[in-house]
């Protein structure tokens, strides 16, 4: 069947009036569903709860001589700390160990920047006149909103499927005001890419301008495979040591889509320089995290190769929905020649370009339906997507069952949207008419 | 036996020489004892460990139709915020449940304040040109040193045995750079003193000249007895908003000398406006708190009346090492007119007002044997003491035994501190005369 581009408007009219009629039918289900956030299902929850019974008694809480229940060890147990060092492939002394966010981290290192400043920062930001935070676009939206509640102005990088345009960051590094940019180096949020060998180099041998830029290296799917094997990554906090810029990059990661979303430990890494400069100030913020919660993710977690072992777990719930999805989107949108995407092999989207200023009205569509996706527009700087075509698909939350209605939800009303712009009509002017 | 001024020169000279003697051999036993933070024993830790295996499956995750193990609900599980809610005798919608650390729920909020402005500021913190804060002293070293971190100016309040002198602090607010005060109205770190009603009442009916003045209303003791009945005590959020500044106050509390000091649970508590506000802030920086120990806690801890009774165990615990302190201080150092105290009832510290110049000699003193206590004039802004007196003994983790010995140097310590004030000698003098 011809792309949308080469059919005639009366063949485009005729698929108009199925579609609308397929859409009316699917309204009547009054469906309810949520693909919006990368929720784990309940599936994956209950397969890690054992970890709830990790700890029984009084003695279980002592770990390496020390009481894991009271207060202390602000950079987390040493054995957590060696746990994400295994994970992450750096040195237990270059990471801090904190609560069940690893955004807190994220969020509270910014805002140490904010008031205090960085390690290598002439000035707390907050007595900047400007600064500039780069955004490789489309993105993790509550990374960018981070930047932009402090005030930062917001510069959007393109995505490529090799990470972000180098090029592009090269050239805007020069700029003293750019002081950082937002990474998801594996799997990225929502694309799925994962930054090639050149991209993870060119980032480590970043010059910028300014001496306190931060490279914001959220490694949030690091172990997230759910298609093939584990793929191996470089550790960034050496590599830019080794480049001779230590104190650059900040690295993070969590166990809330290894074990629990809303209550596992997170992990920021850094050079051992940057750990005590940041546990100093932390120090004034709290007394410790838990670790009572570090001890128990510990024990069930082990190290790397047992996570790894878990995750395979984790996949065997994951692929199949990433898989209804993707084959939905071939069998119903391919040979529309209106949306591409990328095939990802780990973390928790797929991210669908549609057709240009067809995507809010897609997901417009999808909600008189029942369906939530995430908002168009909030994988870019200021909820605003240029080309209103970015759609963010979390398919990870939904049974089965549902999952593929809501697909079919969706397929039916990319299509719909995109038929609109190329007729120039509206479902609501058609059912007025009538 | 006569107080140490109404003794003669030789009297005290004979004194000391005793005292030195007992010092000497208190050093030799090599001590290595620390009674510098409240923190709870391991018995109190033993106590409530039961708390580890409440719940113990996928099933036991689920409250009001809720997976606690997920993201979402910012402000906490309804239960958890009906429980401190109960507590507090405040309502529910006055609620936000945090992580493990109340003093993370006060260094956001002054953090918010400070980036953000906070819901009635006239612009955020940061752009004033001068902040001053209000701390009543003797007070809690961690809560100044937030205040000092941004940069605020800190005022030293008098404390009373009925709380902070009010008619300073109804002085003081009329300057509008005076942004705020901190308080712990029951059970003071570190002398103990609860709050008169009439304090409470003028508290509530302060009228500040700025609009954003915050009262941070640390209860940290609010059940917190270890000596007597439960001691009632007022719901500051509604008090302040009969008085028609509802947005004055922010009140915090935690479980972490209920449960478990690393790994409880933390409220704040304010008007249903400012929990609105804060909660759009918040949401920035997490998604969620840990709702998997909200619901361990709640079902382990019930309610305020399940509460109460868990703490007559924990004071059971508690009450002999006071009465240990008490003991040894009247014993020891009542005759000689060198120091006073507080008999506190609940809380965790007991503070020794010593001979005035004589808190830093005293504590050098009892490291020099092996005993740390908390740094003198860390009860006051910038740790200094402008009468080098307060010294806070934390009694709460050592065992009974250790407690005893560590008190004797202290009693020691203390009394040699204040004859080398009066004799114009040191120990290290006398002892080179040797």
Redesign the interface.
Known sequence: MATYSCRSREELRMEYKKLMNRYEALKHENLKLDMS?G??S?LQ??LV?DM??V????K??IIDGL???????LAGLKCAREYWADVLGCKPSQTFVG???S??LM??LI?RA???GLKDSPRPW?KEERIKFLCPSPGYD?HF??TE??GFELITVPMTPDGPDMDVVEQLVEDPMVKGIWCVPKFSNPQGYCYSEETVDRFANLKPAAPDFAIMWDNAYCVHEFDGEFQPFRDIISLCAEAGRPNMVYEFASS?KIT????GISVMAASEENIAYHSK?IG??????????QLRHVLYLKDRAHTLELMKKHAQILAPKFELVLKMLRAEVTDKGIAHWHHPQGGYFVCVAAMPGTAKRTLELCKKAGVTLTEAGATYPYGIDPHDSMIRIAPSLPPIEELEKAMQVFCTCLKLAALEKYLGITLESVTDEK
């Not at 009481?67 to 060890?73: F, I, L, P, Q």
């Not at 629990?260 to 209550?263: E, K, L, M, S, W």
Request: glycine fraction near 6%; hydrophobic fraction near 25%.
């Open positions: 956030r929720k784990p309940q929850l209950d709860s709830l019974t700890l029984q008694n009084s279980d809480c009481d894991c229940r009271n207060y202390g060890d609560g069940n966010a955004l807190s969020y509270d805002a904010f008031t205090y907050c509550r909103r981070i509640k402090f809330s629990f979303p809303g209550a100030l004034v913020q709290t007394i410790s995290y838990d670790k009572v919660n």
